[in-house]
């Protein structure tokens, strides 16, 4: 029965539709919107262990953008009997372009992060941290640390609800460190989040269709 439990697990996790890995074969659909920028990424799994997709990030405050080429790889999963582990890598290649009549000429850009997460079925805890450097428009680092409950438990095809909060750092903005309380809901492939950071008063906006 424990196989059976676990996927049933799995299949109501708060994480399976806004993980950077889907199920093999499938696609994703992830826009993302904080305090820095807004960024839209599409990417396919042809493995269980990595993805790789397209994104176009918009620092908004800079005025400029960044298109990449972006994998992402699994490097650990843990299972237990009422929760699962992930620590992924993710980085990404491309192109930084001026946006807003910036002058500047587009360059090459990269970046390099992680993202982990600890869940069960009512409780979430996630970290992310992230390098980014985009030649002549700047470099930046920022790392988050996200906490998660779920006031009840759904089945497999209800309307889930978790009530989270985020504290991120970025040690280039004017208010380094954040905290944006938020709402995510989900039901089969879709995900939303609401929030507004509290600190630097800017809505969160995150959104994931898998298909």
């Known amino acids: 029965m424990r196989p059976i439990a676990l996927l049933l697990m799995l299949l109501t996790s708060a994480a399976v539709v806004g993980r950077p890995i889907s199920y093999v074969g499938g696609w994703t659909f992830i826009e ?6 807004t960024s839209a ?7 269980p262990s990595w993805s790789l997709g397209v994104r176009n990030e918009w620092f908004r405050d800079d005025d400029y953008a960044i298109t990449s ?3 992402t790889y699994l490097l650990k999963r843990w299972f237990g009997q009422d929760y699962q582990a992930n620590v992924y890598l993710q980085g990404g290649l491309g192109l930084a372009s001026g946006t807003s ?8 850009a990269g970046y390099a992060g992680v993202i982990a997460d600890w869940e069960t079925r009512r409780f979430f805890l996630g970290y992310n941290a992230r390098y980014v450097e985009a030649g002549h428009f700047g470099d930046g680092a920022m790392q988050l640390v ?3 409950w779920a006031p009840y438990e759904g089945d497999t095809r209800d309307l889930h609800t978790w009530l989270m909060v985020e504290v991120d750092h970025r040690p280039e903005s004017k208010d380094p460190v954040s905290v944006t309380p938020l709402l995510r809901f989900f039901q089969g492939p879709i995900l939303l989040e609401l929030g507004f950071n509290i600190v630097e008063p800017t809505p969160l906006i995150n959104f ?4």
Request: hydrophobic residues 20%.
């Open 208 to 211: 994931t269709y898998r298909f």
């Open 32 to 37: 993302e919107s904080n305090r820095q920028s």
């Open 69 to 71: 080429l972006q994998p």
């Open 101 to 108: 009549g910036n002058p500047l000429g587009s360059t090459g």
């Open 41 to 47: 990424l599409l990417h396919y799994t042809p493995s």
């Open 146 to 148: 996200r906490m998660g």
